[in-house]
């Protein structure tokens, strides 16, 4: 059964810093891209940050460039978001998310952040 399982989330005040995890379970971890995404109620979701299989290629959304850093744990079936200099509009619900070769597509259930004072 394929698993994605986000932790980390919270309430931070503006500046802070948060970690998110996604383990993952019940497919071939390293070879599937792997992204966080995240939503806000009444927007469309967002993609934050993407990395490949072997962890060599990373990409950003510009919102977020040079604050987050994705990274991943291919022995421990896990992804991370690392966030820093943390803003009130990067308040959302972020979900890991992982795909194959574009056939086979899996969503976490997401781990809201909060950034307010």
């Known amino acids: 059964q394929v698993q994605l399982v986000e932790s980390g989330g919270g309430l931070v005040q503006p500046g802070g810093s948060l970690r998110l995890s996604c383990a993952a379970s019940?497919?071939?971890?390293?070879?599937?891209?792997l992204s966080w995404h995240r939503q806000v109620p009444g927007k469309e979701r967002e993609l934050v940050a993407t990395i490949t299989g072997d962890g060599g290629r990373t990409n950003y959304a510009d919102s977020v460039k040079g604050r987050f850093t994705i990274s991943r744990d291919n022995a421990k079936s896990t992804v991370y978001l690392q966030m820093n200099s943390l803003k009130p509009e990067d308040t959302a619900v972020y979900l890991c998310y992982a795909e194959w070769m574009g056939w086979n597509k899996f969503w976490g259930q997401g781990t809201q952040v909060t950034v307010s004072s």
């Open positions: 019940g497919f071939t971890f390293s070879a599937y891209v």
